[in-house]
């Protein structure tokens, strides 16, 4: 019983990732279509391609982190038309982190709340980093992107923490955790 439980858990916290991100991608595109319908063009056929391998990977139950990470980073392109020159990346991921297995989609809702709470806040926009280590049984990953000291501060957890938290935690119990913290202008 609590397998099934932890099944239909995961099941819900799925279904919530999808539409939370595809309002998002919707908003984005419907910006740029003001700014230059070309670039919208482009942003909706990637945002289509990006999808469909969302949908095949999030039917899994676990990816190798080197497509959690290309997933993140096809998402990031996609925002990389919206944003431009705002929006830069930095990757480095140690090799034997490619094929450790990861719930799929656990980077995506990390990776939008950089973009919505940090590079979109900020008027010359910033660096998102990604870093992948692997030490002993360990696999640590680290995503960061600037955030404005001054906004005014959000009391609550956003949906997205709090549904990657939810799913470590079934996955993987008490063996996983989700830490945040913000620290001179980094989050």
Known sequence: LRILAQEAELKAL????NP???FNSLNSISALTTQNAAAARTMTLRLADFLRKSLRLGAQDSIRLEEEIALAMNFLEIEQIRFGSRL???KQVNGPCNDCLV????LQPLVENAIHHG?????????IRLQADWSGS???IQLQNPVDPDRP???KSGIGIENVRKRLRAVYD???ELLTNEKDGWY
Not at 14 to 17: L, P
């Open 153 to 155: 501060k959000n009391r």
């Open 20 to 22: 939370h991100f595809l």
């Open 14 to 17: 799925r279904a919530q990732i």
């Open 103 to 106: 719930p799929p989609l656990v």
């Open 119 to 127: 590079i979109a806040q900020l008027v010359d926009g910033g660096t």
């Open 174 to 176: 008490i063996d996983a």
């Open 88 to 90: 830069r990346v930095e």
């Open 138 to 140: 360990v696999l640590r």
